[in-house]
């Protein structure tokens, strides 16, 4: 990469100085370019809901919602490269990533300065064995945000700045950081399966032998050759982030749905009208 390249981390975690903000910082300082390193909290961002009015899918294909949301946004649309890191709350990932994702029909405006920017994730847990689904999550947000995923971890610690204590994170970020540098999809850990399309290492398993990548939805069969339990997968009818013209063929079929509502809306209503009334909603009370 040519000088002055950005470093965008994204942290998944509200607290300050924590080990997500640290092992980003930790990961910038493995960079061995020139560097800059800008930073995102987003849980401190106001991002509000999706409305799913769908306008951000036409005319100037921009959210029209009034918070962070443009903000962040736009810092993605400005960096080299990105590391997204987020604790495990719950077995998953701060929704402060959630949240942003929520807004993603945003990003079909923005294809051309999204695809393949170079990007990491981590999830950290304060509890080996507890980041439940973090570290699908944290992968999810690179594909979903059309970053290229040159590497992912799972690293532990509870206290802010356990997870420097030992080797382990400081050998994981440089691993990174290498990752991000180099072109290429990143090294996956021997013995253990990945999906044959993407790479990830996350798995719904089906009956009759089959299995669903849970990161880029391919499928395919599973079984057990020489004690070990191999994977592989094809890219289905409709491979969603798989190119980048698999992102603009969706974003096509998102805007289809209109019409589609159009000619189906006398029979959509009559289903929405044999429900409506049906059950008693909670709501604040804003007096």
């Not at 005319?59 to 987020?86: R, T």
């Not at 997870?163 to 013995?191: F, N, W």
Request: hydrophobic share 40%.
């Amino acid at each position: 990469m040519g000088s002055s390249s950005i470093l965008l981390g994204i942290i998944g975690s509200p607290r300050k100085h924590g080990n997500s903000e640290i092992l980003v910082k930790e990961i910038y300082r493995q960079l061995s370019g020139d560097w800059e390193l800008r930073l995102m909290r987003l849980p401190e961002m106001d991002i509000r809901p999706c409305r799913a009015c769908y306008q951000c899918l036409f005319g100037e294909m921009k959210c029209i919602q009034d918070d962070d949301f443009h903000i962040a946004l736009d810092a993605l649309l400005e960096c080299s490269a990105y590391a997204v890191v987020s604790p495990a709350y719950l077995l998953d990932a701060n929704a402060g990533l959630k949240r942003f994702l929520d807004r993603g029909l945003a990003f079909y405006g923005h294809v051309a300065a999204l695809w393949g920017k170079p990007a990491v994730a981590a999830a950290i847990a304060g509890i080996e064995g507890m980041e439940g689904r973090t570290k699908l999550a944290v992968e999810g947000f690179v594909k979903f945000t059309m970053g290229d995923l040159r590497g992912s971890t799972v690293l532990y610690g509870a206290l802010p700045g356990e997870v420097l204590l030992g080797e382990k994170g400081r050998s994981e970020a440089r691993r990174l950081a290498q990752s991000i540098e180099k072109p290429g999809k990143e090294d996956r850990v021997a013995g253990v399966p990945a999906c044959s399309v993407c790479g990830a290492d996350s798995f719904r398993f089906l009956p009759d032998g089959r299995v669903r990548c849970l990161l880029c939805s391919s499928s395919g069969s599973y079984e057990w050759r020489e004690g070990r339990l191999t994977v592989a997968t094809q890219p289905g009818d409709h491979p969603l982030f798989h190119t980048r013209e698999s992102v603009l063929e969706h974003a096509e079929w998102l805007r289809g749905m209109k019409d589609r509502f159009l000619q189906l809306r006398k029979e959509l209503k009559a289903v929405v009208q044999d429900y409506a009334g049906v059950g008693t909603w909670v709501k604040p009370d804003r007096k």
